[in-house]
């Protein structure tokens, strides 16, 4: 939906449609939701969130949909944020992390996502970061003081996810979020 083009399933974001107590429907966002009934699926663009909600979602769903392209996109992009956060923390506690500089650097020598605090400074413009960083293997999220509460400590500007399904997880998030609500991933730089 949206521009037609095709797309890999992973690459994709599923809508679906779930009643409300008071008899209006809501849009359900992600692979995650977890409901039965029709779903459609998107490019994480705005762009095609756009032309889907021209009219197009409605009628893929046989009922009119009361959602404007920015509503759903701000809907979708928070739902994604709290599954980024769901996934770092999925990771830790499944211990497939690597905490600080050294450890994720040896991390990403073994096919490793690197989470880079969006205040992590200059450390990301060095190797092996500004490598990854350029073949997509490092995302931003949170900042600095964020990263460090899931470890408890007072800080901590990167960690490295080694887990590949929770790191090709959070790349999808990540581009989800990236495309509509970028404030919470662009670097503060
Ligand atoms: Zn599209």
Do not use: N
Not at 13 to 42: F, I, K, M
């Amino acid at each position: 939906m949206g521009c037609s083009e095709p797309g890999a399933p992973s690459d994709l974001v599923t809508l679906r449609l779930a009643p409300t107590p008071d008899g209006g429907v809501v849009v359900l966002v992600g692979t995650q939701a977890g409901s039965t009934g029709r779903g459609a699926h998107v490019h994480p663009r705005v762009e095609c969130l756009d032309r889907a909600v021209e009219g197009r979602l409605s009628k893929a769903f046989r009922r009119e949909v009361r959602v404007s392209a920015a509503e759903l996109g701000e809907a979708i992009g928070q739902r994604e944020a709290r599954r980024i956060e769901g996934l770092i923390l999925t990771a830790i506690r499944t211990r497939k992390v690597a905490f600080g500089a050294d450890a994720s650097a040896e991390a990403l020598s073994h096919g490793a996502l690197v989470v880079a605090a969006k205040d992590a400074g200059r450390l990301v413009d060095h190797q092996p970061f500004r490598g990854a960083r350029e073949s997509g293997r490092l995302i931003f999220w949170g900042d600095r003081a964020q990263l460090g509460s899931f470890t408890r400590r007072e800080s901590l500007a990167v960690l490295a996810v080694t887990s590949p399904s929770l790191a090709q997880a959070l790349r999808h998030a990540h581009a989800v979020v990236s495309a509509f609500a970028p404030a919470y991933v662009a670097a503060s730089r």
